[in-house]
Structure formats: C-alpha cells, structure tokens
C-alpha cells in the first residue's frame, strides 16, 4: 500500500509522513516483497514495476523500527492467534506491536479483524 498507488495509498502515504517513528515485525519485509512478486504474478503490473517497488522497498526499510520475529514475540503471536482468531502473520504483527506499545501512538492495518484484535489489545487504531 506505501509503495504503489493501491487503495489506502494516500492515506498510508500520509501517516508515514506524519509519523514520529515506524514500528513493524520483521516479517512485514518479507510479506511486502512476497505481495509484489504476486502482483506481478497476477500482471498488476511489470517485472521492471516490481524491480522499482523492491528498491523503494529496500530503501525505506532502514526507516522502520523492525521488531526480530523470535522468542517473546512468537509465544505473544500465537495467543493472540488464538484469542483473536488471526491468521498467522497478523498475530506477528500484532504481538510484535505490542512489545512495543509505549512508543506506538496508533496501529495502523486495512484488516478489520487485526484492527480490533488490535483495540481490544489497547491501541488506537486507524485502518487504510
């Protein structure tokens, strides 16, 4: 959504902006780069499209505060999983959030499911 003019671009472009810092699982790098070679995939858009996005990708990443995908936060992911019927990446997302929480003013997904797991785990929320 922040690297293509997909819905929710705008806005997601203007969160970032407005964003003291940026928190993410690890794991969002990875999805990120698996959803635009399905993109391409699906003919969305060129191989020489992909290419660009993965360099966007890869240039904004060192922005982002990552959260390591291990110990602590796969435990917290698989209760969240559990108590909020997410698939498997939202609760990483979710449980690498909330490690995190003191420095998060929102929680920021398009999945309304995530988006009140989210909530009910204490966070302000705003969907894409």
């Known amino acids: 959504m922040l690297l293509s003019d997909e819905d929710g671009h705008e806005e997601m472009l203007r969160l970032w902006r407005g964003?003291?810092?940026?928190?993410?699982s690890d794991f969002?790098?990875?999805?990120?780069?698996?959803?635009?070679?399905?993109?391409?995939?699906?003919?969305?858009f060129t191989s020489t499209k992909e290419r660009e996005l993965r360099i966007r990708?890869?240039?904004?990443?060192?922005?982002?505060?990552?959260?390591?995908v291990e110990g602590w936060i796969?435990?917290?992911a698989a209760?969240?999983?559990?108590?909020?019927?997410?698939?498997?990446?939202?609760?990483?997302h979710l449980a690498s959030a909330y490690a995190g929480r003191?420095?998060?003013?929102?929680?920021?997904a398009s999945d309304k499911k995530l988006l009140t797991a989210a909530r009910k785990a204490g966070?302000?929320?705003?969907?894409v």
């Open 28 to 44: 969002l790098f990875i999805e990120s780069a698996a959803a635009l070679a399905k993109a391409r995939r699906m003919r969305r």
């Open 57 to 68: 990708l890869d240039r904004l990443w060192p922005q982002i505060r990552s959260v390591p």
């Open 102 to 108: 003191d420095a998060i003013d929102a929680f920021v």
């Open 19 to 24: 964003a003291e810092r940026v928190i993410a």
């Open 123 to 127: 966070f302000a929320t705003a969907e």
């Open 74 to 76: 796969i435990r917290s």
């Open 79 to 92: 209760e969240f999983s559990s108590r909020h019927d997410l698939t498997a990446p939202n609760a990483v």
